[in-house]
């Protein structure tokens, strides 16, 4: 797993265990708001609003999709299973084992992709733009700091208006290299 995998994995899971919460709190029901009917009667005022059923397929989607996600991982790692928890319980383990997951390239490849994949469903039932994330480091181009993630597109781009480069990937770092450790997400030397 390269670090710019890691990174996007490690940024679509926080978007995950941030935007989750809300998710949940589009489909509970609203004290005020809509109408309800009642078999057999019309409308009652002061009731809830229908159900979103896009937000409740997106709901469903994301559970099912981290339940799976983390018994794969689980078990192509060779660990034992654990208890059902909460989504982003379960997330956060999955963030946990990153590391060891990047030592199996095409678990690395799954887990990056379905994790931007289920960040960008929860994004778009939420009806948020696409997500920018601020990376360490300077663009190699203009040498600004305002290199940027979009974890939708698994694209790193300076937002600099005078310079707007896409840096290439360079190659794997040393394991353990990253933004901690000197380097930004691209593996270059800040």
Do not use: K, W, Y
């Not at 799976?68 to 192509?76: M, Q």
């Not at 707007?164 to 794997?172: I, L, T």
């Amino acid at each position: 797993m390269t670090a710019a995998r890691r990174q996007g994995a490690a940024v679509s899971i926080a978007s995950l265990i941030r935007g989750f919460p809300d998710l949940v709190a589009e489909l509970a029901p609203s004290p005020r708001g809509g109408l309800r009917e009642h078999r057999g009667s019309g409308p009652v005022g002061g009731t809830t609003a229908p159900v979103r059923l896009h937000v409740s397929d997106a709901l469903r989607d994301i559970t099912d999709g981290v339940m799976e996600l983390e018994e794969a991982v689980r078990e192509r790692l060779g660990l034992r299973p654990v208890p059902p928890a909460a989504v982003p319980v379960r997330l956060r383990r999955i963030a946990g084992l990153l590391d060891r997951i990047a030592g199996d390239p095409v678990l690395a490849a799954h887990v990056e992709d379905e994790t931007r994949r289920m960040a960008a469903r929860c994004a778009r039932a939420l009806g948020d733009p696409e997500q920018m994330v601020r990376l360490p480091g300077r663009c190699p181009a203009c040498d600004s700091v305002s290199l940027r993630a979009f974890p939708e597109r698994a694209e790193v781009r300076c937002v600099n208006p005078a310079c707007r480069a896409v840096p290439e990937a360079g190659p794997d770092p040393e394991p353990g290299a990253g933004p901690a450790s000197g380097t930004d997400a691209e593996g270059n030397a800040r």
